[in-house]
């Protein structure tokens, strides 16, 4: 008999709700996956944002998450809203599952509706070929691609936007932020590609553009989120929260 995957739904709380017990949890299921991090090192860096969604089991027993920061930039004369994703985990029994990914879709569209006039963007650092996948799954238009034509206009903002954030750890020519010792890399079980994987367009590119990503490199990854450039399945689910907004 084939076991089934425990139901899990999708909360997002400001950050500063979270009680020890649920960043302790949240170390522990990060510690599960990547090394060379420390629980101090996680909790600055948690504390450096301002949302997480948590994804739970039935249980309540947390199965995944990813912190997100929220802030505005003016780019060349422009205001621009930034959303930028921290870690992202969701243990591997989940793997699969699409609530996180709605909650966040939904979190955006609502991020949108309130300062529509306002272009907003995706700043995603991908230190795993799973989390870069995310971008053709939501996106038709994100930089780095391995379509090339697919919204270049996008590396100058994002060249911006990583050197902001990351100062001179960013390598602006390999387009990777690059730490003098690792903040965290996946743990060798988790690095691993498969060939199955590796065949992949969107895999085969992470790899020849991240490679050092087993020591903890972060490709630097955007993308507008706006109605135009979704997938339809990420559309949906971003108009659903702009309804809410609206409401």
């Known amino acids: 008999m084939i076991a089934r995957r425990p139901h899990t739904s999708a909360q997002i709380v400001e950050v500063t709700t979270l009680d020890e017990g649920e960043r302790r949890a949240m170390y522990a299921l990060y510690e599960r996956y990547y ?15 301002d949302r997480v969604v948590l994804l739970r089991d039935d249980g309540g027993v947390l199965q995944g998450f990813s912190t997100l920061a929220i802030y505005q930039r003016c780019f060349d004369g ?14 591997e029994s989940q793997w699969g599952q699409q609530a996180l990914a709605f909650a966040w879709l939904r979190l955006a569209g609502t991020l949108h509706a309130e300062q529509p006039e306002l272009p907003l963007y995706w700043l995603l650092i991908s230190k795993g070929h799973r989390t870069y996948r995310y971008l053709p799954t939501f996106s038709r238009a994100f930089h ?13 903002l994002k060249d911006f936007l990583a050197r902001d954030r990351f100062g001179e750890a960013y390598d602006s020519a390999a387009g990777v932020v690059r730490f003098a010792e690792s903040r965290g890399q996946l ?8 060939e199955a994987h590796a065949r992949l367009p969107e895999v085969a590119f992470f790899l020849e553009r991240n490679p050092g990503y087993v020591r903890g490199d972060e490709l630097v990854c955007l993308c507008k989120l706006a109605t135009d450039t979704l997938q339809p399945i990420a559309r949906r689910a971003f108009l659903a929260g702009a309804r809410t907004a609206q409401a």
């Open 78 to 91: 422009a205001p621009v809203r930034v959303l930028f994703s921290g870690d992202t985990i969701v243990d």
């Open 187 to 194: 743990r060798p079980r988790y690095a691993e590609v498969s």
């Open 35 to 49: 090394e060379s991090s420390s629980w101090p090192l996680f909790a600055a860096d948690l504390a450096g944002k």
């Open 144 to 156: 780095p691609s391995p379509a090339a034509d697919t919204d270049s206009d996008l590396g100058p």
